[in-house]
């Protein structure tokens, strides 16, 4: 009885976070009449791709994407080497300031993007970077290094020293040693940063809405926000379920396949913070 | 040997994809193979017209075209999206699309290239008055108008014939018809834009002439919102939501198109909305075909009908490279033949007098007489902040936050502090806005 | 193997590949944070907008002044407070119980959790959208369920008046953030010992008493901590709330971080906006101060707990 109960508001909970998309999904394949329904269609009758064809013939979708995805991987890979690199002078080598370092990259953590926004939209203007992917790299690869510091870092702990001090006498310098052994033994701590950072990269709108003016520097993110209120006749509801849907596929789909890892990341950033 | 090829194949894909964010980042397209590409950020093209025209400026020269970067409806998002774009300081855009309300703050902030000397006074003098007056700041031109907007108010000539009721032209006659002939949820009385945005402040702008009141005076900085006319105006919207429920609740989520979709759709008596409503009422699938009337916005008798001045022209960015090639498109944007193709497609009213002067048509001549009613918007650079305080304020009243007279006071003391805080280190030319807000 | 020599060389190289590994995130640090924030202090005391043609001109703390006159500053910081405390809370028991339901073993336990980080994964402003149009007031589904439901007898317009509208952003903001909170917390209750339930279920507890005595004090930190943290982004809420309502109707729903970049991006009100972010900071920091004091506080309490369960199975 107990069990049952259980077993059904775990199924609640279930339906509770996933409903709000899965009408994403619905709508985004409805007719506009069925989508103008009333009452409401809850299954489409005449299913339609063409919401999907509106939105990348409108709207250069495709390069929106592709934007999203450079920006988020640069920003990434860079992340994740400068924190690396920043992580094994914290676990490894006692460097007086490095204290200093620290606490300013857990201040960083806590102060929202607003406080940055505009400084960093006078330094963008200055330097003439607007609709520069590296207007937005450069911010991104900063706001997730204490996250990953923090990650990596406790992870270098964990990683035998005598294995370090195997390769020393092998006459690895302490750059290989990084590069060759610690970071091939940590892949899975790498790993577990990259998909967050990622994450965050590809989700941040402010800084996206801002910095990139031009339709074909536009982060997906920014331009399916920016999308509402596109036409001149209806609101196209469809198109924008269906913008909402290819926007957060790839999300989706590093969700499903590294669920335990991200729940492992997001952990182990909270507990050792 | 293992580790090297993982050390490689890393720093080779690093170096890849910074090789493709570089990629990523060309110019914007500047000119193709000699051709001046200029760019101007629109609502949707949802006629085709802009396309056909640009086309055809592209034919008539060659060496320039015309790119379309479609925006989202609401002007002020639009106006948002110039905004960040000028000031980032590599702006995306030759050509600006203008709103009147833009102009004395894109000229305030050294956005705009100075228009006057481009054409003589008499060339100038071809378009109506008020748009050219909503083009100016500091006495200078920065925009050539293309279409000029002035509210109508749009009836149901059958409901209204049914019932031996005249248009109203009081603000009392509309309550009291709408009151009469409304069956509520199918039939509402008075849909109008009561959403927190621009829109709110024209409609509120049109009522509070009406009652006799003023919103601010540019030559002398007085603020006029809570003197009585204004408080009798938010009193008359905010009874038509929550007093007669003559508007649908849903009226205070309303732009413009939601509401002309309700009127369409035959679920309301009158409509407050720019004139081009007047050609989707009467397409042949419209439900309201041959059942509309215009009349300009009733009055009460302290007031005057009045009709916020809208409407749109072309501006050249001073950021841009190729002023001259928008300058030729200016020219070719506001001749005759254009003007009046754009108005056939679209309904957008142009600025051009001469289209007026030799229509025979009997609904321009209506469009025409409100057209002579409109008032301009106080054209101060820190516009966007005095009807954001007015927005704020009507808003609150609407939804029954506030109530008219704490709406107005609230408003009225924010504008004051806007006003004065700004105005203190500069001194006014106050020669701009000869005619501005009280005509 | 090693000279003392050899060691204290090792130990010099050390301190300078330290440096060297620490300044490319200390370059960026510098620039994308420090920079920033000593830039505001900066032109918080200079007036630059539209009224001095966008030049700056010193005038002292004529901003601060301005702002403390300012009602709309205040009525929108009063907006973040009410939608911070109660999308907070309601995200925080919503989550303490997700996290007591998944840290059961269950037949699709995997399963489970996929799907409750989905909410979390997904990029606000674009889900804001999505949560625009469920919110509806014509063809929306939120209105249609609850008709059906029998809690509604007509739609409402849930955009469209100040109290629905709150609702309708702490509803998405709620479904958003509390999978955030379920892994901070599922993480606290994995770090519970075992045993310790062993013992107050020996000592013949219901559920009820070893929630109240074990769960929730050993729970503490972690739920100070996800407090904290929701807190301040809370605080800083703009994706959301920008693209679902703007702010409105009447500015029912405009928080201190929209108020914030309208005053830079669209009253060009520099020096202003600017002022307004020191202020901001000061008052966050102030509040989160009040939740870190008791925070420092439970490590106490957590001590005390397993001590008291720790005496109780030795009592046995």
Not at chain 2, 140 to 169: C, H, M, N, S, W
Not at chain 3, 231 to 245: A, C, H, K, R
Request: glycine share 6%.
């Amino acid at each position: 009885m107990k069990k049952t109960l259980q077993q059904i508001l775990i199924w609640l909970a279930v339906v509770w976070c996933l409903a709000p998309f899965a009408w994403q999904i619905i709508t985004s394949l409805k007719t506009n009449a069925e989508i103008a329904h009333i009452p409401t269609i809850y299954a489409p009758v005449h299913p339609t791709w063409g919401h999907y064809q509106e939105l990348f013939s409108r709207k250069p979708f495709a390069r929106y994407l592709w934007n999203s995805f450079l920006i988020s991987s640069v920003s990434t890979v860079v992340c994740v080497l400068v924190s690396a690199m920043a992580a094994y002078s914290f676990s490894r080598l006692k460097v007086r300031g490095a204290r200093g370092l620290q606490v300013g990259l857990i201040s960083i953590s806590f102060f929202p993007t607003i406080i940055f926004f505009f400084p960093l939209y006078e330094l963008v203007r200055r330097t003439g970077m607007a609709n520069n992917p590296i207007a937005l790299i450069v911010p991104y690869i900063t706001f997730n290094l204490p996250f990953a510091t923090l990650i990596l870092t406790a992870f270098f702990r964990t990683i035998s020293l005598d294995i370090e001090e195997a390769a020393k006498v092998d006459g690895f310098n302490r750059w290989q040693i990084l590069m060759k052994i610690i970071m091939p033994l940590s892949a899975p701590a790498l790993a577990t940063t990259a998909i967050l950072i990622f994450i965050f990269c590809w989700n941040e709108f402010l800084l996206a809405l801002t910095f990139m003016t031009r339709d074909s520097a536009k982060t997906v993110t920014a331009g399916v926000a920016s999308l509402s209120g596109g036409s001149i006749y209806e609101i196209p509801w469809g198109a924008i379920a269906a913008a909402v849907v290819v926007s957060t596929l790839p999300l989706i789909g590093l969700v499903v396949v590294f669920q335990k890892r991200i729940i492992q990341g997001l952990t182990a950033g909270a507990t050792k913070g | 040997m293992r580790f090297r090829t993982w050390d490689s194949r890393f720093w080779m894909g690093l170096l890849l994809l910074f090789a493709a964010s570089l990629v990523g980042c060309e110019k914007r397209a500047e000119s193709t193979e000699g051709v001046v590409v200029l760019n101007v950020l629109m609502e949707p093209d949802t006629t085709g017209i802009w396309r056909k025209l640009f086309a055809e400026f592209h034919e008539r020269n060659p060496g320039i075209q015309i790119h379309h970067v479609e925006g989202p409806t609401a002007t002020d998002a639009r106006e948002d999206l110039y905004t960040t774009s000028f000031l980032s300081g590599e702006s995306a855009y030759d050509l600006v699309y203008a709103d009147v309300v833009w102009i004395p703050k894109f000229a305030a902030a050294g956005w705009l290239e100075d228009l006057t000397d481009r054409w003589s006074p008499s060339e100038w003098d071809r378009f109506i008055s008020g748009s050219i007056e909503g083009s100016k700041y500091r006495g200078r031109i920065y925009r050539v108008p293309t279409q000029i907007d002035g509210a109508v108010l749009f009836y149901r000539k059958d409901l209204l014939a049914k019932a031996g009721e005249r248009p109203p032209a009081t603000f009392d006659d509309l309550a009291q018809i709408s009151q009469k002939l409304q069956h509520p949820p199918q039939l509402w009385g008075f849909v109008w834009q009561g959403k927190q945005y621009e829109g709110l402040a024209c409609d509120f702008l049109e009522v509070l002439i009406g009652y006799g009141g003023f919103w601010i005076n540019p030559d002398t900085d007085q603020v006029g919102l809570d003197q009585p006319a204004g408080v009798a105006a938010l009193t008359f919207l905010t009874d038509c939501v929550q007093k007669w429920k003559i508007s649908p609740p849903g009226v205070t989520t309303y732009a413009e198109e939601q509401s002309r979709q309700l009127f369409q759709s035959g679920r309301a008596i009158f409509l407050r909305n720019w004139p081009y409503v007047w050609p989707l009422s009467q397409r042949e699938e419209s439900p309201i075909k041959g059942k509309v009337g215009l009349a300009p916005m009733p009055k009460s008798d302290d007031g005057r009908p009045a009709s916020t001045l809208g409407g749109y022209g072309f501006a050249i960015a001073k950021s841009s490279h190729h002023q001259d090639a928008a300058w030729k498109f200016c020219e070719f944007i506001s001749a005759l033949p254009q003007i009046r193709r754009i108005n056939q497609a679209t309904a957008i009213q142009p600025a051009l007098k001469s289209f007026y002067e030799n229509s025979p048509d009997p609904v321009q001549q209506a469009i025409y007489r409100v057209l002579q009613t409109t008032v301009p918007r106080p054209p101060v650079p820190q516009y966007a902040q005095a009807s954001d305080i007015l927005q704020r304020y009507v808003s609150a009243a609407l939804t029954g936050r506030l109530t008219p007279k704490q709406a107005m006071r609230g408003a009225a003391s924010e504008t004051r502090l806007l006003l004065r805080r700004t105005r203190t280190s500069k001194g006014r030319d106050s020669h701009a806005f000869p005619m501005a807000q009280l005509r | 193997m090693r000279t003392p020599a050899h060691n204290k060389k090792m130990r010099l190289e050390d301190q300078a590949f330290g440096y060297l590994m620490l300044w490319p995130a200390a370059i960026f640090v510098l620039v994308v944070a420090v920079y920033p924030v000593l830039r505001i202090l900066w032109l918080s005391f200079f007036t630059q907008n539209l009224g001095t043609g966008l030049h700056p001109q010193f005038s002292g703390t004529l901003n601060y002044v301005r702002l403390l006159k300012d009602g709309h500053y205040w009525q929108t910081m009063m907006t973040t407070t009410v939608f911070t405390f109660i999308a907070v809370s309601t995200e925080l028991l919503l989550g303490l119980w997700f996290a007591l339901l998944l840290n059961e073993k269950f037949h699709g336990r995997s399963f489970a959790r996929t799907a409750t980080l989905i909410p979390w994964a997904l990029p606000t402003a674009v889900l804001a959208l999505a949560w625009a149009w469920i919110f509806n007031d014509q063809s929306g589904v939120f209105n249609d369920l609850m008709m059906r439901l029998g809690l509604l007898s007509r739609p409402v317009a849930w955009l469209g008046s100040g109290p629905t509208a709150m609702f309708s952003v702490i509803f998405a903001d709620v479904w958003k953030t509390t999978p955030f909170m379920m892994i901070i917390l599922l993480a606290g209750l994995q770090n519970i010992p075992e045993d310790l339930y062993e013992a107050v279920q020996i000592d013949g507890a219901r559920a009820w008493n070893s929630f109240r005595l074990i769960t929730l004090p050993m729970l503490m930190p972690s739920i100070m901590l996800a407090l904290l943290f929701r807190t301040i982004q809370s605080f800083g809420i703009f994706d959301l709330i920008f693209v679902m309502t703007g702010g409105g109707p009447g500015g029912a729903t405009e928080t201190v971080a929209i108020y914030n970049y309208r005053t830079f991006l669209r009253y060009l009100d520099f020096g202003y906006g600017a002022a307004m972010i020191v202020v901001t900071f000061l008052i966050t920091s102030g509040i989160c101060l009040l939740i870190y004091w008791p925070l420092s506080r439970t490590r106490g309490a957590r001590a005390l707990a397993t001590e008291r369960a720790v005496e109780k199975s030795e009592a046995m």
